[in-house]
């Protein structure tokens, strides 16, 4: 089975800074990584996945993440963050051979002005 | 129209009442599912489909039962819910690509059901 941690349940920051939203999973087997955005009234978009290759990921929107495969890790960055980045923020993963996918409880990223 | 369209966007509905969630994606995949978004807690699969047949139950009670008539289309009939199935409901769907899938999942904006 797997399972996905995420750390904060809220992130404040203010427009123009960096943020990180942080990620752990376990698994005991290979997995693929996704992050999704939820912004208000919407369903999930995906901004970005993590296969295979290198283990930093570019996505939509400016933001990044990274694999660390020895932290089980895959936190989310950008270094910039506007007022339109404020939604909800879900990690996931899938494990190779299944087509479902586990997902976090979510980061609520509030930017203020 | 793209993308994957839920329908209604909202629900109010008693206990005794019998109504249906529509999904349908316009994308061209292969496997359909339901996840159910409650407050303050994560994302939970319910139902998974792939070429019309279901291959996951998350251990769902029998009071959602979920049809897939054709890869486009999803739907979720609801029979005799409990105040505590209130929550969002999401449909999403992904490109079939043999047993080792990693295609992202493509999700609609959800239904709002309240349960009255």
């Known amino acids: 089975a797997q399972s996905v941690t995420q750390l904060d349940s809220q992130v404040p920051v203010f427009e123009e800074a960096p943020v990180e939203l942080r990620c752990n999973y376990s698994?005991?087997?290979?997995?693929?990584l996704f992050w999704y955005v939820q912004y208000p009234n919407q369903g999930l978009q995906l901004l970005l996945k993590?296969?295979?290759?290198?283990?930093l990921v570019k996505g939509i929107n400016g933001f990044e993440a990274e694999f660390n495969k020895s932290q089980t890790s895959f936190h989310l960055r950008k270094p910039s963050v506007h007022i339109s980045d404020t939604a909800e923020y879900f990690c996931?993963?899938?494990?190779?051979?299944?087509?479902?996918?586990?997902f976090g409880s979510g980061t609520r990223l509030q930017v203020q002005p | 129209e793209t993308g994957v369209t839920q329908t209604p966007r909202h629900l109010v509905m008693g206990m005794t009442n019998k109504k249906s969630l529509k999904c349908e994606q316009h994308?061209?995949?292969?496997?359909m599912y339901w996840y159910k978004q409650s407050a303050k807690k994560p994302l939970e699969l319910m139902f998974v489909?792939?070429?019309?047949?279901?291959?996951e139950n998350n251990s769902v009670p029998s009071r959602f039962s979920p049809e897939c008539p054709n890869s486009s289309h999803l739907f979720l009939h609801l029979h005799t819910l409990q105040p505590e199935d209130s929550a969002l409901y999401l449909c999403?769907?992904?490109?079939?690509?043999?047993?080792?899938?990693?295609?992202?999942?493509?999700f609609g904006d959800g239904t709002r059901l309240s349960i009255l």
């Open positions: 489909y792939n070429f019309k047949e279901q291959t």
């Open positions: 999403a769907s992904s490109q079939e690509a043999g047993p080792f899938s990693n295609q992202p999942q493509h």
């Open positions: 993590y296969l295979s290759g290198s283990t």
């Open positions: 996931a993963v899938t494990p190779t051979g299944r087509r479902a996918l586990t």
């Open positions: 994308l061209g995949h292969n496997a």
């Open positions: 698994s005991s087997v290979s997995v693929y």
